[in-house]
């Protein structure tokens, strides 16, 4: 008989009972490559879906892409984003488009529903039409397509997977997991840009090492830069990351820059702890969580990753104080307001 990768991560009650159970993995890796903690199977294999956007960008980066087109921290933030399609995050991406050469119409991500109610309301009201660059990997595609142009390759196809812009973002994710090409799986996204599985203990390697890219002996000494730029965009701009609605933004306003976050869909998610951020001294961190169900109402990963930092050691009271509308114990109320129940983490860490 076949044994889960996965153990029970976060329970809803009913009274007394317990009535559903999350199950979920976790990996804790430092930068030179230790695993520091887990929970369930650290070697199971899942997409990063858009826990991987900072790692897309990572060659245009690297490649001097900002420098070359006068890109600012805010915008490199943006193409590792998953945005709430905001007019603010609308205009960031009109502002990279104008830099590069990218028009709109190039974009093949497609249009998808908004979550930001206040923007969903105002479009409404002008009467305005959902287009690409409302849709939350439109700041990943502008970079892919202003990588494509600076390297004087087509724009045409630039999401197929045998594209040299796909391939070199392949092989250069391969490389911060500590693993070849050939051993990173290959679907498509949501976005119809390639994504990659890979294991949770290589996946929270590569975040510890976009963290710390000394300490995780990232070469050539040109993506260690890279590494500090994303990173930097990311944790001085969070707004950009995620947006009002966002739990990635809000964590990383609390945590003050110290931590980067980035979630992806079907229950994943990704945090790149700073050096010195575990304890004194200690090396860059990365955690990776998956919600095996893909937590399709999204009550788990939050309430889950705020546990974890809790028994990391990372998160103080007064900042699990200000998350606090995330969990991670949350009382559960039917419709007539009456406390019913709650919701809550029932893991712990294996050191």
Not at 18 to 38: K, M, P, Q, T, Y
Not at 110 to 123: D, F, K, N, Q, R
Not at 264 to 290: D, Q
Request: hydrophobic fraction near 35%; proline fraction near 7%; glycine fraction near 10%.
């Amino acid at each position: 008989m076949s044994t889960s990768p996965y153990l029970p991560l976060f329970e809803v009650t009913r009274g007394d009972i317990v009535e559903s159970i999350h199950f979920g993995a976790i990996a804790v890796v430092e930068a030179r490559g230790r695993l520091i903690a887990s929970y369930g199977d650290p070697q199971v294999v899942t997409f990063l879906r858009s826990t991987a956007k900072p790692f897309q960008a990572l060659p245009f980066v690297e490649n001097k892409g900002p420098e070359t087109y006068g890109l600012n921290l805010r915008e490199v933030a943006l193409m590792c984003a998953s945005h709430s399609g905001t007019d603010e995050h609308v205009a960031v991406v009109r502002g990279i488009q104008a830099k590069t050469g990218v028009a709109e119409e190039d974009l093949v991500c497609g249009t998808h529903p908004l979550s930001h109610v206040p923007t969903i309301e105002a479009m409404r009201q002008r009467g305005e039409k959902l287009t690409p660059n409302r849709h939350n990997c439109s700041g990943k595609h502008t970079g892919m397509l202003a990588y494509a142009s600076m390297k004087g390759l087509p724009k045409d196809g630039y999401t197929n997977p045998s594209h040299p812009i796909q391939q070199e973002i392949l092989r250069t994710f391969a490389a911060m997991c500590a693993l070849s090409p050939e051993q990173v799986e290959i679907g498509i996204d949501g976005c119809s840009a390639p994504n990659f599985a890979v294991p949770l203990y290589n996946a929270a390697l590569a975040l510890a090492r976009l963290c710390d890219p000394q300490a995780g002996s990232v070469e050539p000494p040109a993506r260690q830069a890279a590494c500090y730029t994303i990173v930097e965009a990311m944790t001085s701009h969070p707004d950009m990351v995620g947006g009002p609605d966002s739990f990635d933004t809000h964590l990383m306003q609390v945590m003050r820059g110290r931590i980067l976050a980035k979630s992806g869909a079907e229950g994943y998610y990704g945090l790149g702890l700073r050096p010195g951020v575990l304890e004194t001294g200690s090396p860059g961190v990365g955690v990776i969580l998956k919600v095996s169900d893909g937590d399709a109402q999204h009550r788990a990963r939050s309430a889950a990753i705020l546990e974890l930092l809790h028994q990391l050691g990372v998160l103080s009271p007064s900042q699990a104080g200000e998350l606090e509308e995330y969990g991670p114990i949350s009382p559960l109320y039917n419709w007539r307001k009456l406390k019913i129940g709650q919701a809550r983490p029932c893991f712990e860490l294996s050191r």
